[in-house]
């Protein structure tokens, strides 16, 4: 199983930045698909941005223009660069990694242990 271990998490203000990381025990290479997902409390885990192997990335509407994902394959590294915070923003961020190519945010993936964002001012 991937080990992911995430960090850069923490207290931001709104309109600040942020920028998680998640390193992985493996080489990143070999990892179909990355990304990240977050939980909000008393809601679900939700998709945030995603990148292929190849490094297509994507994320979703409600972060558009503020997030970016990307990843360090010297590093074995994933991050999310985040712009603009919101106080919508706050959860608890989770990387994921789709190990055996069924798809990214199943029990077959690898997770991080999540990391607390807290946008407020």
């Known amino acids: 199983q991937v080990q992911l271990v995430e960090s850069g998490g923490g207290l931001a203000q709104?309109?600040?930045?942020?920028?998680?990381?998640c390193v992985?025990?493996?080489?990143?290479?070999n990892i179909y698909a990355?990304?990240?997902?977050?939980?909000a409390?008393?809601?679900?885990?939700?998709?945030?941005?995603?990148?292929s192997r190849a490094g297509r990335a994507n994320?979703?509407?409600?972060v558009k223009d503020r997030f970016t994902i990307s990843r360090d394959n010297f590093r074995n590294a994933l991050?999310?660069?985040m712009n603009n915070?919101?106080?919508?923003?706050?959860?608890?961020y989770y990387c994921n990694a789709d190990v055996k190519g069924y798809g990214l945010g199943t029990p077959?993936?690898?997770?991080?242990?999540?990391?607390?964002?807290t946008v407020s001012s």
């Open 59 to 62: 994320v979703v509407d409600s």
């Open 85 to 92: 915070l919101k106080p919508e923003d706050t959860a608890v």
């Open 79 to 81: 991050y999310l660069q």
């Open 34 to 39: 990355m990304g990240w997902y977050r939980q």
């Open 14 to 21: 709104p309109g600040g930045s942020l920028r998680l990381s």
């Open 108 to 117: 077959d993936g690898s997770w991080g242990q999540g990391i607390h964002v």
């Open 41 to 51: 409390p008393g809601k679900t885990r939700d998709l945030v941005a995603l990148i």
């Open 24 to 29: 992985t025990s493996e080489n990143i290479t």
